[in-house]
Structures are given as C-alpha cells and as structure tokens.
C-alpha cells in the first residue's frame, strides 16, 4: 500500500479522531497534515508483520495528538489565562508567586491537570480524555494535587 492510498483510506478516520480531542480547528487540521507526513516519512519502515496499516497510522495519530498536549503543556504560562479577565481577588505579587510555587512543586501530569480544570474550566472528565487516561485516574490525581496544594500552603481552604 502507497501513502496515496493510506491517505485515501485513513484520512476521514484520522480527522475525525484528531477533531474529537482537538477543540481548535486549525490546530485539528495542522495535527492532521502531521500524521501523514510522518505516515510518509516513516513508511519505509512499516513492517506489516508487526501491526496492521489501521494500527500504525492510529498510533501514528494518537502520538502526534499526545505530542501536541505534551507541548501545549510545557508552553502554558499561568498569565495567558488572565490576560483578558478581571481577577476574582486582588492577587499581590507575594500571593502570585507563591501560588507559581505551589503549582511548581506538583508533579507535571498533576499541574497539567489542575491547569486545564480550574484555569482553563475543562470538566475531569474531559481533562481525562485530553490527557489520554481514564476518569478515576483524573480524579485521583486530582485529589492528590489538591492534597499537595493543601500541604504547600499549610492545610489552607482549597476547593
């Protein structure tokens, strides 16, 4: 099977896949031109004794989606959020850096979490499809991310 004919048949199930995780349409369709071109870009090295052509470019997809958060997440900084809110509080500088440090002193998937539910309002549940993992799994480690908050901030009221 050609890239031409992996298109022809993967494309409409690729971007519907990528469209149901991605909410930004032209990222989706960025996304979506990633994965063919590493679909081309790799084709050399698809071996059909592995894994069906289906299983490879759904891999393909779903690891170019997973790359895409991974970057999203790594890029975020906490003033993009509030740049055209009014804050609820009038945060001090003392009061900002020490929520900054707080969030520093979680674990990456944990502030991920609590970055895309409180500061960006996605729901656990579809922070946990977002994030590739199951509804527990998000709401334990949300949990746990809120008990380290607690911690850091002395037991402190933490919704």
């Known amino acids: 099977m050609d890239a ?3 298109y022809e048949e993967f494309q ?5 896949y990528v469209r ?8 989706a369709e960025d996304l979506v031109s990633a994965v063919f071109t ?3 870009q790799r084709l050399d090295s698809y071996d059909p004794a ?4 289906s299983t490879w470019v759904y891999t393909i997809t779903r690891n170019t989606v997973t790359d895409y958060f991974r970057t999203r997440r790594s890029m975020i900084a906490l003033e993009d959020y509030m740049l055209d809110e009014e804050p609820a509080i009038d945060l001090t500088d003392d009061a900002l850096d020490n929520l900054a440090e707080a969030l520093l002193s979680l674990k990456e998937r944990e502030r991920d979490l609590i970055v895309l539910h409180y500061y960006l309002g996605y729901t656990l549940k579809t922070v946990a499809e977002m994030m590739d993992m199951s509804y527990i799994n998000a709401k334990v480690i949300h949990q746990k991310a ?4 607690r911690k850091f901030f002395g037991a402190g009221e933490i919704a």
């Open 12 to 16: 409409s199930k690729v971007r519907a």
């Open 4 to 6: 031409g004919q992996i």
């Open 50 to 53: 592995k894994a069906s052509v």
């Open 20 to 27: 149901g995780r991605i909410q930004d349409p032209h990222d």
């Open 38 to 40: 590493k679909v081309v």
């Open 146 to 149: 809120l008990n380290s908050l």
